[in-house]
Structure formats: C-alpha cells, structure tokens
C-alpha cells in the first residue's frame, strides 16, 4: 500500500490516440521504403513517454528521428566492413558461402559459412541492445532531470557471450544466473541526475520462478520418450508442456522484474516496488489477440465478398480498378495490424507495468541535481540496423 511518501506510476494513454499516431507513421513508413520509421518510432515514444507520469510529473522524451536516422547510417557502414573482414577472413581459410552446392564438402562448407557468419553478429546484437538502452536512457527526462547511463557496451556484449554460452551449456539452469549479472550490469551503470542505481540481491533467489519453466521442459521431454510408445499420449503432454513453458517463462520474467526492482535503490534513500501479475499480463495478451483476430478476419471477409462480387462482373475496367484498390487497402490492412498490437496489447501491458511501480520516499529525489548531457550516444544506430528491441 502506498503512502504520502511514495509515488504510485500512472499512465494516461488512450487507444484512439496511440491508434491514429501508430496508423499514421505506420503508412508513412511504407510509403517512404521504411525510411520514415525512425521518425515514427520517435513520435510514438514522445507520445508514450510523456502518458507516463508519477506525483502529476510526466516524462519526457528528447530524442529525434535524425539522429537515429545518421546513426542507423553510421551503423551500416560500420557492419559492412565488419562483415566484410570475417568474410575475407572466411575465405583466407577457404570457407566461402556455396549457393548451389553439389558435392557434401560444399554443403558443410556453406553451413559453416552461415553459421560463423551467424555466430560473429551475436557480439554485435547484445552491443547493440546495451547501446540502444543508454541512447534511451539519455534521452529521458522526469521532473526536468537527465536519465544516463555509463558507457560499457562491449563490457555487457562479453559479459553477454559468456553467460549464453553458460545457459546453453547447463541446458538452461543458469539462466538466471545470466539474467540477474547482465541486469545488474546495465543497473549499476545507470543514473538519474547525479544519483546512481545500484542492484542487490542474488542470483540464485531467482529459481523459484523458475519453477513453472522446469515443469514445461519435463513435460515436454516426457512426451517426447512417451511418444516413441503412444503417439497420442506423447502430444498430448507435448502440447501442454508447451503451453506450460509459455506461462512459465512469462511467470518468470514477471517474477524476476518484482525482485529485481525490490533490491534495486536509487542514491542512498529512494526504493522500488514492483507488483505486475502473470495472470493480468496473460489475460491482455489472449484478449488482446482474439480482438486482433476478430477484426482482421472480419475485414477480410467483408474485402473478399466486396472484391469477388467486382471481379465476378467481368468488366476489365471495373477488374483493374478493384487490383489497384486491392493493392492499397492490403497495404492499410497490414499497417492496421500493427497498429492494433501496439494499442491492444503493448500498450495495456505497458500501463500495467507502469501503474504496478511504486516509488518510495519521494523526498530522496529532492536532493537529486541535474545530470550533465551524454556524449558518444550512437542514437541506437546498431540497434536499428540489427533490428533489436524493435518494439518502440
């Protein structure tokens, strides 16, 4: 329960608003051959970041689709020449991409090829998502104070490495040990104004939310064996141990970010609560979807009877007409897809992460002065070109 010293997270978005805004950068985006997206992501994070408030003190997001344009540039260039040396270093080494191969070494050949050229950009992504999260960072503002985070992004993006491959090794059981290290690392570099975050807590406290995880796989690993005897039995469990490691690895996450933030502080003094519910979170995902569904098929149907019937009269004239009218309502029914996403389930579970925050002992932050401004922020660039944390 929060009291007179806490600040309780609201948002104050709304479907209609986010639906135009979202529509509308969407069709730009396509008309303009994408380059129009980092101008429209940057109007929908201004739009969502200032429906985000806490004590009547919205956030407010600075950044501009220039900048993130020139750094996706900038990114660009940099991964052809990276790209560039390992295929000059592939091929020293006489590994070269096969189109068509026609003997078994070619086939082996063009594998390594794809997955050394593969395995080569994984640096790069978790590079890219700890750049991506510091230009975020840098470009927030709550109460007229800079967020900021420290430089590091190679230190995460090996740090990264090594803790996937740990995961991979021990079949998924330390996975919360890589989740917890790579979170405390980007937490222990953060900053607001000039008061710095800190991470406690341990890793290991995490595995009881991985319980649900852990009953997913046994099942799944259970119907495989039981499958070689009774087909029908064996998917049965198959199938609900998928469903069950879905549930479980959002109950984990959700149960991660409240322990996370429990021994997450801020300066000496402010501290976090987190209280997001697995059951909420799932409930605006199926709803969410279904609306989705709902919508886009009945769209569908209404365009195929409309379209039939012009098609089915013969003329070529009205035919013509109804292939370049097609053509355009495809382009508006994929852009409304996404559109709908973004406000009937990014959004709401948004707000429910954000009204599920409480802040406690607000008067901590008054002594908290302004941050000097980030230097060396490549607007996300990498992050745009690789396509990660694509979302907003």
């Not at 595995?207 to 046994?218: E, S």
């Amino acid at each position: 329960m929060s009291t007179e010293s806490d600040i309780q997270g609201q948002y104050r978005g709304t479907r209609s608003e986010l639906f135009n805004l979202a529509f509308v950068t969407s069709l730009l985006t396509l008309v303009t051959l994408g380059i129009y997206r980092f101008w429209a992501k940057t109007r929908i994070r201004k739009y969502i970041w200032s429906s985000v408030s806490g004590d009547g003190d919205a956030f407010e997001y600075t950044g501009t689709g220039m900048e993130k344009f020139l750094g996706f540039l900038v990114a660009i260039v940099v991964l052809a020449i990276y790209l560039g040396v390992i295929q000059m270093v592939l091929f020293f080494f006489g590994i070269s991409f096969v189109a068509e191969p026609t003997s078994q070494a070619e086939v082996i050949m063009m594998i390594a090829a794809i997955y050394i050229n593969l395995f080569a950009l994984f640096p790069l992504i978790f590079y890219a998502a700890y750049r991506a999260r510091r230009y975020k960072m840098a470009r927030t503002r709550w109460r007229g104070v800079r967020f900021g985070m420290e430089q590091g992004a190679w230190g995460f993006a090996l740090r990264a490495c090594g803790y996937t491959l740990l995961t991979i090794v021990s079949l998924g059981l330390l996975a919360p040990l890589a989740n917890f290290k790579l979170e405390k690392y980007m937490a222990d570099r953060s900053w607001y104004g000039d008061a710095k975050f800190e991470q406690g807590g341990k890793w290991t406290k995490l595995y009881a939310a991985m319980l649900h995880v852990f009953i997913g796989i046994a099942l799944l690993i259970v119907g495989i064996v039981i499958a070689q005897a009774s087909v029908f039995l064996g998917m049965v469990l198959v199938i609900v141990g998928y469903g069950w490691l879905i549930v479980g690895s959002i109950y984990y996450r959700v149960h991660a970010m409240r322990y996370m933030a429990a021994n997450r502080t801020l300066g000496d003094e402010v501290t976090f609560t987190a209280t997001p519910r697995t059951g909420e979170l799932i409930k605006i995902l199926f709803l969410g979807s279904l609306i989705i569904i709902g919508i886009t098929f009945g769209i569908a149907i209404v365009g195929s009877l409309v379209f039939g019937g012009l098609f089915a009269v013969g003329s070529e004239a009205l035919m013509i007409v109804a292939g370049v009218l097609g053509a355009i309502l495809y382009i508006a029914f994929l852009v409304m897809i996404s559109a709908l996403s973004l406000v009937f389930i990014v959004q709401p579970m948004l707000s429910h992460f954000v009204t599920e925050l409480t802040v406690h002992n607000k008067d901590g932050l008054n002594t908290i002065s302004q941050r000097a401004a980030e230097t060396g922020v490549d607007a996300e660039g990498f992050a745009d070109a690789l396509d990660v944390g694509g979302a907003f």
